[in-house]
């Protein structure tokens, strides 16, 4: 059984960081990739960033390069996002989701397979 728990949302006021983990267990593939998204109220949701666990490819929306940083811990099977910089408009509740093979980005949101709970981010001051 697949598992996906994201952690480590929380208030933030502008400017500071944040770091969110991933954790996926049950999946027996070694070519998935765990993406981030974010849906803030009223929004549609929206892909963040995307890593692959087999050679750690990284894909990130416009929005937030250069102040974002994808990671992974193969041995953990979890994925990290370092969240600097942050702005009012990346509060949202940011999910995390797996998929195998992904080869582009972004990937439409049917196309993921297991998604977590999602934890909220709020960046106020």
């Known amino acids: 059984q697949v598992q996906v728990v994201e952690s480590g949302g929380g208030l933030v006021q502008p400017g500071g960081s944040l770091r969110l983990s991933c954790a996926a267990s049950g999946l027996s593939s070694d070519y998935y990739a765990i993406g981030w998204f974010r849906q803030a109220p009223g929004k549609a949701r929206e892909g963040v960033s995307c890593i692959r666990r087999s050679d750690g490819s990284t894909y990130y929306a416009d929005s937030v390069k250069g102040r974002f940083t994808i990671t992974r811990d193969n041995a953990e099977n979890t994925v990290y996002l370092q969240m600097n910089s942050l702005k009012p408009d990346d509060t949202g509740v940011y999910y995390c989701?797996?998929?195998?093979?992904?080869?582009?980005?972004?990937?439409?949101?049917?196309?993921?397979?297991?998604w977590g709970q999602g934890t909220q981010v709020t960046v106020s001051s």
């Open positions: 989701a797996t998929k195998e093979y992904v080869v582009s980005w972004p990937v439409p949101l049917w196309q993921w397979d297991y």
